[in-house]
């Protein structure tokens, strides 16, 4: 089975703070995804990786940024955390062979900041 | 730009009603589609998934999806639900060409009391 884990599943920062949100998986997959969740709002994308060192930008990558340093871990970055930066955040991975075409989700960090 | 429209927000059955979430994508092309779930507490996983050949696709946990093409919906199904269907359901398409990519509706919460 596929496991994406996320380093942590409840996260409390201050306003102004430098947060990581860290993602890593085990299956060799090329892709990974970073999604905030809010209710109301379904699930959206704000990077992605399709390899190591290359990023693109999503939906909504303001205030974000991201780092692919090695292919099995995908870090979120909060230069600067504000509170409308609370959210469900979501990593997820997906394998580029045929007919691996599924993303796989982590259990999710849910980012709360004062 | 792809859209995805999840018309109905919160779902209240009973055991055993049938259940018919709707989804409906802007895209005309090529689509691939997915469904996935979301049970208190878990990761997001998928549930099935449709990219081509019988438009009536049969998932896990007995639903089922049926692509109309012509209706540019994609909608899920299940005709005798369970207490622990409870979950939130998401529609996803792809964007477009790019499989990368997966545009979200904003969820169906379903509750299910016995």
């Known amino acids: 089975d596929v496991k994406v884990t996320q380093s942590s599943r409840y996260l409390v920062k201050r306003t102004g703070e430098k947060v990581f949100l860290e993602c890593v998986q085990d299956?060799?997959?090329?892709?990974m995804f970073w999604y905030r969740q809010d209710p109301g709002l379904g699930l959206r994308l704000i990077y992605f990786s399709y390899d190591v060192k290359m990023k693109e930008k999503g939906d909504i990558p303001e205030g974000y940024s991201v780092s692919r340093e090695k292919k099995e871990r995908f870090s979120l970055i909060l230069e600067s955390a504000s509170t409308n930066q609370t959210s469900m955040y979501l990593c997820a991975s997906r394998g580029i062979l045929a007919g691996a075409d599924t993303q796989y989700f982590g259990p999710g960090t849910r980012l709360t900041v004062l | 730009a792809q859209s995805v429209s999840q018309h109905n927000h919160h779902v209240i059955l009973s055991e055993a009603a049938s259940l018919e979430l709707g989804c409906n994508y802007s895209?005309?092309?090529?689509?691939?589609l997915f469904w996935y779930v979301q049970y208190p507490g878990q990761h997001l996983q998928l549930l099935l998934k449709?990219?081509?050949?019988?438009?009536l696709v049969k998932g896990i946990k007995g639903f089922e999806a049926e692509f109309i093409k012509s209706k540019f919906s994609f909608n899920l199904r299940k005709p005798s639900v369970q207490w622990s269907d409870t979950a939130e359901y998401f529609c996803?398409?792809?964007?477009?060409?790019?499989?990368?990519?997966?545009?979200f509706g904003t969820g169906t919460r379903l509750q299910v009391f016995p």
């Open positions: 996803a398409v792809n964007e477009g060409k790019n499989t990368d990519k997966l545009i």
């Open positions: 449709y990219f081509s050949g019988d438009p």
């Open positions: 895209y005309g092309g090529t689509v691939n």
């Open positions: 299956m060799d997959h090329e892709n």
